[in-house]
T-cell receptor
Framework: GAGVSQSPRYKVAKRGQDVALRCDPISGHVSLFWYQQALGQGPEFLTYFQNEAQLDKSGLPSDRFFAERPEGSVSTLKIQRTQQEDSAVYLC????????????FGPGTRLLVL | AQSVTQPDIHITVSEGASLELRCNYSYGATPYLFWYVQSPGQGLQLLLKYFSGDTLVQGIKGFEAEFKRSQSSFNLRKPSVHWSDAAEYFCAVGARGSQGNLIFGKGTKLSVKP
C-alpha cells in the first residue's frame, strides 16, 4: 500500500519568502507528526495532530511556523518569512492511532533558504 | 531531561564483519524504543522496536537489539554486515501513554568496506 508522501521533495527559497510543505499520511492514520532534521542531526519534534486537532505544537521554533490538518488527513507545514536557520529536512510521520505505535515516515522535504 | 545518546558518530566495518551500534537513553518514564535507518535522500525506515516483553527483539534485514534497563541501553547488532547496510542509523525513544512524539539520537553513520 501507499506510504507517507511529502511534496515538494526539494525547495529552495529566498530569505523572507513564505513556503508550504505538504504531507499525505497513510490512509486511515489518526496521528500525524512533523519533525525537523538539521544537517548532521537527528529529527526533532515540531508538532502533533490527532485527526484535525493540533494537540501539541511545543516544538515549533517560532511563530513563523504554522501547521494545519483541516480535514484530518493531509497536513501542511507553513513557514513564513523564511530564515537561513530554517534550512533543514522536514519529515512527516503518521501512526494508526496514537502513542506507542510505530510511526511511518515520509521521504522528507529538503528546504534550503538562501 | 530526556535524551538519547549515540556515542559513535561514524563507524566503518568490513563487509561480513559483525556490527554493534550503541544507544543510551535518559528517560524518567518506562520507555519504548526504536531503531530507524536512513539512506541518503530517503526517509526513516523502521528496523525494529521494543515495547515490552522479551528484551531481545528481532528486526528486518537481520538486525536485532537488546533492551537493558539496568544500563539504559538499546544497542543494535548484526552478525554479518552487507555493503547495502551502509546508511545512517537512528535510535529513538518515546514515553508510554504519551501522544507519541519521539526523541532521536544524533545518529551513527555506518560505512562498509569491501
Amino acid at each position: 500500500g501507499a506510504g507517507v508522501s511529502q511534496s515538494p521533495r526539494y525547495k529552495v527559497a529566498k530569505r523572507g519568502q513564505d513556503v508550504a510543505l505538504r504531507c499525505d499520511p497513510i490512509s486511515g492514520h489518526v496521528s500525524l507528526f512533523w519533525y525537523q532534521q538539521a544537517l548532521g542531526q537527528g529529527p526533532e519534534f515540531l508538532t502533533y495532530f490527532q485527526n484535525e486537532a493540533q494537540l501539541d505544537k511545543s516544538g515549533l521554533p517560532s511563530d513563523r511556523f504554522f501547521a494545519e490538518r483541516p480535514e484530518g488527513s493531509v497536513s501542511t507545514l507553513k513557514i513564513q518569512r523564511t530564515q537561513q536557520e530554517d534550512s533543514a529536512v522536514y519529515l512527516c510521520a503518521s501512526s494508526l492511532i496514537r502513542g506507542e505505535e510505530t510511526q511511518y515516515f515520509g521521504p522528507g522535504t529538503r528546504l534550503l533558504v538562501l | 531531561a530526556q535524551s538519547v545518546t549515540q556515542p559513535d558518530i561514524h563507524i566503518t566495518v568490513s563487509e561480513g564483519a559483525s556490527l554493534e551500534l550503541r544507544c543510551n537513553y535518559s528517560y524518567g518514564a518506562t520507555p519504548y524504543l526504536f531503531w530507524y535507518v536512513q539512506s541518503p535522500g530517503q526517509g526513516l525506515q523502521l528496523l525494529l522496536k521494543y515495547f515490552s516483553g522479551d528484551t531481545l527483539v528481532q528486526g528486518i534485514k537481520g538486525f536485532e537489539a537488546e533492551f537493558k534497563r539496568s544500563q539504559s541501553s538499546f544497542n543494535l547488532r548484526k552478525p554479518s554486515v552487507h555493503w547495502s547496510d551502509a546508511a545512517e542509523y537512528f535510535c529513538a525513544v518515546g514515553a508510554r501513554g504519551s501522544q507519541g512524539n519521539l526523541i532521536f539520537g544524533k545518529g551513527t553513520k555506518l560505512s562498509v568496506k569491501p
